[in-house]
C-alpha cells in the first residue's frame, strides 16, 4: 500500500509541474492560494469526521488581495488528492475567482511546486498557512516557510 501511494504521489507531482508548464504560456504571474485554513474555515464535520456537503464560503481577506494582483493568474493549491477538484466544483463559486485548481497530494511537495513556478514565471504569490490537520486527533502539524527566492513572495496565513 506504501508504494501505491508513493505512486500515486510522484503522479500528482508531476502532473503538478507538468500543468504549470502549459499554464505558462499565455501567463506570466501567477499566484497560488492554499484551500484548507486559508481560503476556506470550518469546512470538515468534526462529529461525523467528513467534509461537509454545504457551500463553503471563501475568506474576504484572501479575495480583497486576489482583487488588487490584476495580471495574476489565480489558481487554488491545495496539498489534497485529485478528488478533491470535485468537492471545491461543487461546494464552492471558484470559477468567480480563480482559473484553476491545482492538487500536490502532500504539503511536503508544495515547496518544491512553488520553487519550479518561480523559476518559470516573472513573479509568484503563495498564501498558505502550511500546516496540515490530523481531523480524528485534532493534532496539527506546522511548516517552516520556503526559503525566500527571486520571482517567489510567500504569505504565511
Given amino acids: 500500500m506504501a508504494v501505491l501511494r508513493k505512486t ?6 508531476i ?8 499554464l505558462r504560456i499565455g501567463n506570466s504571474k501567477l499566484i497560488l492560494v492554499d484551500f484548507d485554513f486559508t481560503l476556506v474555515n470550518n ?7 467528513e467534509y461537509k456537503k454545504e457551500k463553503l ?9 486576489l482583487e488588487k494582483k490584476y495580471g495574476f493568474f489565480p489558481v487554488i493549491f491545495t496539498a489534497r488528492s485529485g478528488r478533491t477538484i470535485k468537492y ?28 519550479f513556478a518561480a523559476s518559470i514565471f516573472t513573479s509568484v504569490i503563495w498564501i ?3 500546516s496540515d490537520v490530523n481531523f480524528v486527533t485534532g493534532k496539527k502539524v506546522v511548516y517552516k516557510d520556503p ?6 513572495c510567500f504569505i504565511r496565513w
Fill in 8 to 13: 500515486y504521489y510522484a503522479y500528482l507531482f
Fill in 128 to 130: 498558505d498557512d502550511l
Fill in 43 to 49: 469546512h470538515f464535520d468534526t462529529e461525523r469526521l
Fill in 57 to 65: 464560503i471563501f475568506n474576504s481577506v484572501v479575495l480583497q488581495i
Fill in 88 to 115: 471545491i466544483k461543487d461546494y464552492t463559486e471558484w470559477k468567480s475567482y480563480f482559473n484553476f485548481i491545482l492538487c500536490c497530494g502532500i504539503t511536503h511537495s508544495k515547496y518544491s511546486i512553488a520553487y
Fill in 15 to 22: 502532473k503538478c509541474l507538468l500543468t504549470l508548464l502549459i
Fill in 147 to 152: 526559503k525566500v527566492i527571486e520571482n517567489l
